[in-house]
């Protein structure tokens, strides 16, 4: 017969704690990077041209983070319930994913400030999430 999870259990809910704070911590500091570069440091967080032109809104900011801290907190859980080296392996997966992600910003057409930015948001995003996320892993 099959184990059954207490979804309550102590055990269970702290990770999934953490792993919430961890989702809008790493929003918070996108966004917080966003605001000093955009309204406190006037920058034009616009990068591309003409119809490729995109505008980083606070909006775009605050739910990447989610949805891709969301995504990889699901990849974790299923690695860890399934494989018994699922943190290993998720914890190269998610680090070749932010050292990847650096090439959107690179390519995009951004520079100077803009460019700056951009990488601080993906590497603060992406190091908050593999820092926050992999701990409350079972190892």
Known sequence: MPETINLDSPTVRRPRLRRTVTLLVAAALALAVWVVSVPLAGLDLTFGSGAQEQTVSPASVVLVPLLVGGAGWAL??????????????????????????????VTSGASGGVLVTLLCMHVLVGVTLIVGLAPTSAR
């Open 76 to 105: 974790l859980a299923f690695l860890e319930g399934r494989f018994r080296g699922g943190r290993r392996a998720w914890l190269i997966t998610a680090w070749t994913v932010l050292v990847s992600s650096l090439l959107g910003p």
